[in-house]
DNA sequence: ACTGAATAACAATTCAAA
DNA sequence: TTTGAATTGTTATTCAGT
């Protein structure tokens, strides 16, 4: 229950930062840190996820988060939004080098971007926004599960 | 081949029109269409057109089209720019790191992002717009000829 | 409800051939 | 380059236990 859901947190941070090919290897990710599980669980968690193997590159595979990344458990589905949730407009995050691009609902990356602008996070160094896309300029030094860990005071459903 | 790509156009359209749950029902459907080719054969078929399974409710499994090689009917607006090449505007692009500058007619950036996001390339994970220029942040492993191959399906004369 | 072990089901790849 | 047969590799499910 509760070990099960930081567990999917995990999975899908891990897939949100990078390139995983194979639940095997996902399952090597998951084991540095700390979660103890075989492949039947984690093949269990992708389908409860909505995980997709995409091709990248001919013959190269991919796990991808569904765009609209509306995680958690099956309960949390029948929960409400919060306001601050529902503000946000927050679809998808994805990273290349030190840029990280935001995916929001339509006419809602303005907003977004001034918020995080107006949290003067150190990890990020500038955003520029345009109708449904927010794009963020990370600091050196920084991980990406550092800018994802401080955007969620902006960005609840992160 | 000849034969090899109107097989690969019925696969579209039976993915477009009808839930299909497993390679075996999809060659089943061929079978119907009078294709004749085994598993390993539409394996490659499908892993060539980035078809991915996904989950629908659980246990109950869909193979989809990415959007891109999806089937359309002739409806101009939702049609990539591919029948009228002077419609995108496109001027030049250049890159640098992981950042490409495409760069049109005055007013033109805008749609041109618009078709290139639409296409949900995984080489490129976002994209942004002013009036004349577009940026494209490319996915990490992804070399330029690349990025120019697929782009190719939105701007004819890149 | 959640899990691992074993297994079944399924999909990708290798190999030889055309 | 394309293919099928066989094989391998990978993922989903069953079953039993907690």
Known sequence: MKIKNS??????????????????????????????LTQATLSRDLHQLRVVKTVRTPGQYKYELPR????RTNDSESRPLTTQQEANGFLSIKFSGNI????????????LAYHIDNCDF??????????????LIIAEDTTRGTVLRVLRSVIPNI
């Open 100 to 111: 990280a691009v935001i995916r929001t609902k339509p006419s809602y990356a303005g907003t």
């Open 122 to 135: 150190p990890e990020i160094i500038g955003t520029i926004a345009g109708d449904d896309t927010v794009m």
């Open 68 to 71: 609209n990344s509306q995680y």
């Open 7 to 36: 567990r999917l947190d995990a999975i899908r941070l891990i897939l949100s930062t990078q390139d995983i090919s194979s639940q095997e290897e996902l399952l090597n990710e998951l084991a540095k840190e700390g979660f103890k």
